[in-house]
């Protein structure tokens, strides 16, 4: 049994737009990526319900990322490991700051480090077992 709800686009835009997702769980990531799926495996062997938001596809995750780099400094979440990030021009990837990097990550969204975990005020970049533990395995606010 999979508890992932893959949303309407129109309506999951408007909520995290509007700020409504105080309580859900968002997965933001890429289907083929092995952290995203041991992310996603986890959280339904632990019948957590979540939004899964493809990091390709889904472009209106661009305009949450102004978020994500107000809780976590723009040098988590920018993932230099990547091939993306490897095929950058040098001129690119030298004197990187927040600016540029914000703006490479929206160009290239692949440049995210993944997955993000996003819930109530948390984000959460990358996975482990033992921190997703953490936070979610804590009873969850009720609206």
Same mark, same amino acid.
């Given at each position: 049994?999979?508890?992932?709800v893959?949303?309407?686009?129109? $309506?999951?835009?408007?909520?995290?737009?509007?700020?409504?997702?105080?309580?859900?769980?968002?997965?933001?990531? $890429?289907?083929?990526?092995?952290? %995203?799926?041991?992310?996603?495996?986890? &959280?339904?062997?632990?019948?957590?319900?979540? $939004?899964?938001?493809? &990091?390709?596809?889904?472009?209106?995750?661009?305009?949450?990322?102004?978020?994500?780099?107000?809780?976590?400094?723009?040098t988590?979440?920018?993932?230099?490991r990547?091939?993306?990030?490897?095929g950058?021009?040098?001129?690119?990837?030298?004197?990187?700051?927040?600016?540029?990097?914000m703006? &490479?990550?929206?160009?290239?969204?692949?440049?995210?480090?993944?997955? %993000? &975990?996003?819930?109530?005020? %948390? $984000?959460?970049?990358?996975?482990?077992?033992?921190?997703?533990?953490?936070?979610?395995?804590?009873?969850?606010?009720?609206?």
């Amino acid at each position: 049994m999979s508890y992932c709800v893959k949303p309407d686009v129109s $309506i999951a835009k408007k909520l995290i737009i509007k700020n409504h997702m105080a309580t859900s769980i968002i997965l933001a990531g $890429i289907k083929n990526c092995d952290s %995203v799926r041991s992310a996603q495996r986890w &959280l339904e062997e632990n019948s957590i319900e979540y $939004i899964f938001l493809d &990091l390709r596809s889904d472009l209106f995750v661009r305009h949450i990322l102004g978020r994500w780099m107000e809780k976590v400094d723009w040098t988590t979440l920018i993932n230099k490991r990547s091939t993306t990030w490897r095929g950058l021009d040098d001129e690119d990837r030298t004197g990187l700051d927040e600016a540029r990097a914000m703006s &490479l990550m929206m160009k290239h969204p692949t440049l995210i480090r993944r997955p %993000v &975990l996003q819930m109530e005020n %948390v $984000i959460e970049v990358g996975f482990s077992a033992e921190r997703y533990t953490e936070l979610l395995k804590a009873p969850l606010k009720n609206p």
